[in-house]
């Protein structure tokens, strides 16, 4: 991923990163939303179309967890997947306040050069595309799913709750 000024806003700073590693993109403005459910409900458009951005720490590396918004992550598959043991957890919103300076809490996509691994659910792959978070909780970046994964060389796993 492409480095990122300083000056640049939240959706900037993606809609960069995204062009720096050729993923053909398209923003979508709507209402203020907190949840990946209420930017689905926003967008019209199914929840497991969005893509939501699950933060975890294992230690003191950074995970992201990329998973429909219409599910749950499995904490004990992610946990095996990495080999990570009882030490991976949620992050907290003042962790990821402090790290992920350039996103609002809730609002980081999920192409975290910063992060030691990431991994996308495998029912992501059932969709052609995927709208996610740009940083901000009023923009959503729609993208090809198999150019996410390709562009953030992420592994693809079953992550989610059954």
Do not use: N, Y
């Amino acid at each position: 991923m492409a480095d990122i000024s300083p000056s640049t806003t939240k959706l900037q700073a993606v809609t960069e990163a995204l062009e720096g590693a050729g993923v053909a993109f398209r923003v979508h403005e709507h209402q203020t939303v907190d949840t990946a459910l209420a930017e689905a409900a926003a967008e019209h458009v199914p929840p497991q179309r969005v893509a939501k951005t699950v933060v975890l720490r294992a230690g003191e590396r950074w995970v992201l967890a990329v998973i429909p918004a219409s599910h749950r992550l499995d904490l004990r598959k992610l946990r095996e997947l990495l080999g990570a043991g009882g030490d991976l957890r949620l992050a907290t919103e003042e962790e990821m306040a402090e790290h992920f300076t350039r996103f609002e809490v809730g609002a980081v996509p999920p192409i975290g050069a910063i992060v030691s691994a990431e991994v996308v659910d495998t029912r992501l792959l059932d969709q052609e595309r995927v709208l996610f978070f740009a940083g901000d909780h009023r923009h959503s970046v729609e993208v090809g799913v198999r150019d996410l994964v390709e562009a953030t060389q992420s592994k693809i796993a079953d992550i989610c709750e059954d």
